[in-house]
């Protein structure tokens, strides 16, 4: 190129571009850096190798076993947490329906003589009670335990798969202050965390109920 009769001078940097093959200068456009230090210099300075590997980076095998690492405890505590709710809801129903059980027996008992109780004469069949070899102790809370007419301390209900069973206690009627207090009835319903029979074992859930004869 010239401007009149003088040849424009041409950077050895962009004379070197232009001679390239086609390949090499696009590479060279879409890879390099131009820096014009000077109006009259231009050099062409290459991506180091950090920018390089910045651009091309991807995931590692360690960002992806910690990610699987996080679902997997995500899930697992998730799981954790809809299990213990299931079961203590089924523990609450297990509460509420030994309440009735003792609700039931308490209400019995307090329409009839003190010594003359038997369950069985008031329940349905469906709630038929039957004697037990063991239940709830009363005489930790005072009470005498009850003995019905037909001999029977403890009773053992079997309802929505589960056992209830059933001991009732009193304390009789005494004179205070120059009147008579009325005896006190007591029934405790107990059942088991599991669906099996009573075997004396800690994890015992009780509900006492008590009232006035």
């Known amino acids: 190129m010239t401007a009149g009769n003088r040849p424009l001078p041409i950077d050895s940097s962009l004379r070197e571009h232009s001679n390239k093959t086609p390949r090499e200068r696009r590479f060279c456009s879409a890879g390099a850096m131009f820096d014009a230090s000077t109006e009259k210099e231009r050099r062409i300075v290459r991506p180091t190798d950090y920018q390089r590997q910045t651009r091309t980076r991807g995931t590692t095998l360690i960002e992806v076993t910690i990610s699987i690492l996080l679902v997997t405890v995500t899930i697992l505590a998730a799981m954790m947490v809809r299990y213990q709710v299931a079961r203590q809801a089924v523990r609450a129903d297990a509460y509420e329906t030994a309440a009735r059980v003792g609700q039931l027996l308490l209400e019995g008992w307090r329409s009839t003589d003190l010594n003359v109780y038997e369950p069985n004469d008031r329940f349905p069949e469906q709630l038929m009670f039957q004697q037990a070899d063991a239940g709830p102790d009363v005489t930790a809370d005072g009470f005498t335990p009850y003995v019905s007419p037909n001999g029977v301390t403890?009773?053992?209900?079997i309802l929505h798969n589960r056992h209830y069973y059933a001991t009732l206690g009193y304390i009789p009627a005494v004179m205070a202050?120059?009147?008579?207090?009325?005896?006190?009835?007591?029934?405790?319903v107990g059942f088991l965390n599991s669906y099996g029979v009573w075997d004396g074992a800690a994890n015992v859930n009780t509900v006492k109920l008590t009232s006035h004869k």
């Open 154 to 157: 403890n009773y053992e209900a």
């Open 177 to 188: 202050s120059g009147s008579e207090r009325p005896p006190v009835i007591h029934v405790a």
